[in-house]
């Protein structure tokens, strides 16, 4: 189960909320000194939103491992230092689906589609104002960037967000607020759940 949207629209809360294992996407960004990172065109900032600041090839051979074994090794990610502090190993066990939530996940909907192991996809949309404050306090409060950055992030993907909602169901993903999400989740595995007692 893919979950995207804008950064701050609750998708982690979604995720824990589900009850299914998380696969945390936003661990698979780039290093900072990465010289492949994007910048925010006309600055110095580096662009933590652009699908470039991040491995998709990692994210994806993780997804599949999941998938295929129950268990999978993932970075740690720091975000206020842009950098990987070590690995851990997620295990879902015989858990027939689990919820791989971040801002990118729509970029990959097409190669797990192809894969064979994508179960839905979706975008959470809360509107701008609530979330340019969501993340505002989030990140403020986590100490994620310096305050300056943050309010300059925060205006630039909230004057984005609608773009952003729109590329990411054009790849794939379908629009929809928390509690749609939320029951999305819980059909999607009941269903797996009643596929598998019946095939056992």
Known sequence: MLLCGPSGS????????????????????????????????????????????????????????LCATGSTPVPVYDIALSARTGEETLHIGRTPLFVAEGIFAAEIVERCRELGVLADAMCLTRGPVVTFRRRFLRD???????????LRRGWRLMRAERSIVTRQVSLGAHPCDRDEALGRLAAAAAGRQSRQQTAA
Do not use: M, N, Q
């Open 140 to 150: 403020l409060k986590e100490g994620r960037k310096s305050v300056p950055f943050l």
């Open 10 to 65: 609750g998708k982690s809360l979604v995720a824990a909320r589900s009850g299914l294992p998380v696969l945390r996407l936003d661990d698979f960004y780039k290093e900072g000194d990465d010289p492949t990172l994007p910048l925010v065109e006309g600055s110095s900032d580096i662009d933590w939103d652009h699908p470039e600041s991040w491995d998709a090839d990692v994210a994806v051979a993780a997804i599949t491992r």
